[in-house]
T-cell receptor, first 116, second 113 residues
Framework: DGGITQSPKYLFRKEGQNVTLSCEQN?????MYWYRQDPGQGLRLIYY???????QKGDIAEGYSVSREKKESFPLTVTSAQKNPTAFYLC???????????????FGEGSRLTVL | QQQVKQSPQSLIVQKGGIPIINCAYE??????FPWYQQFPGKGPALLIA?????SEKKEGRFTISFNKSAKQFSLHIMDSQPGDSATYFC????????????FGTGTQLKVEL
């Protein structure tokens, strides 16, 4: 089935360690996104990529890094510079919005990162 | 800066009731307003969406009402069911061809029997 796969589902990390969250999609979508979800704050955009080998910072990019070497993959690295990394991370993909489509975001099931 | 304000934060209704979730925005350059539904432990999924040239859109039991002059839009769930218990997010997208969404803070809805 087509969709977005995020792994791992749960991850524990010690302070000072970098961690990489995986996101793979087989929907053949050009655009991919990383959001962070915290209670009471909604979804905030970390990074997005509209095409392979290109990505842009979102609203809260500090302490995060990404790469987009393949269309199907958009991994997110949470670095030790991120001051409050404990959160639920969501990856999404979409096709560009146009006359015949809305640019709907398709989300994965998320990765919950806990820093001990 | 919160560009899309959503209320209430949580809502409890009885089965068959009509919960209403409200959102307000400031930027008149937004051109697309979707609502996403999220069940616990899952990613959000698109529920219904509206463009600002329409005042109302209905899909099944879900209706969006849009007031362009007031810069407000709301989600109504008719004949609510326990299976509708979820978190609902409104969102807004800037026009210009991109696809960056600004989300509201979410409303946790519980429908009781």
């Amino acid at each position: 089935d087509g969709g977005i796969t995020q792994s791992p589902k749960y991850l524990f990390r010690k302070e000072g360690q970098n961690v990489t969250l995986s996101c793979e999609q087989n929907l053949n979508h050009d655009a991919m996104y990383w959001y962070r979800q915290d209670p009471g704050q909604g979804l905030r955009l970390i990074y997005y990529s509209q095409i392979v080998n290109d990505f842009q910072k979102g609203d809260i990019a500090e302490g995060y890094s990404v790469s987009r070497e393949k269309k199907e993959s958009f991994p997110l690295t949470v670095t030790s510079a991120q001051k409050n990394p404990t959160a639920f991370y969501l990856c999404a993909s979409s096709i560009p919005p146009g006359r015949k489509n809305t640019g709907e975001l398709f989300f994965g099931e998320g990765s919950r990162l806990t820093v001990l | 800066q919160q560009q899309v304000k959503q209320s209430p934060q949580s809502l409890i209704v009885q089965k068959g009731g009509i919960p209403i979730i409200n959102c307000a925005y400031e930027n008149t350059a937004f051109d697309y307003f979707p609502w996403y539904q999220q069940f616990p432990g899952k990613g959000p999924a698109l529920l219904i969406a509206i463009r600002p040239d329409v005042s109302e859109k209905k899909e099944g039991r879900f209706t969006i009402s849009f007031n362009k002059s007031a810069k407000q839009f709301s989600l109504h769930i008719m004949d609510s069911q326990p299976g509708d218990s979820a978190t609902y997010f409104c969102a807004a997208r800037l026009g210009g061809g991109g696809n960056k969404l600004t989300f509201g803070t979410g409303t946790q809805l519980k429908v009781e029997l």
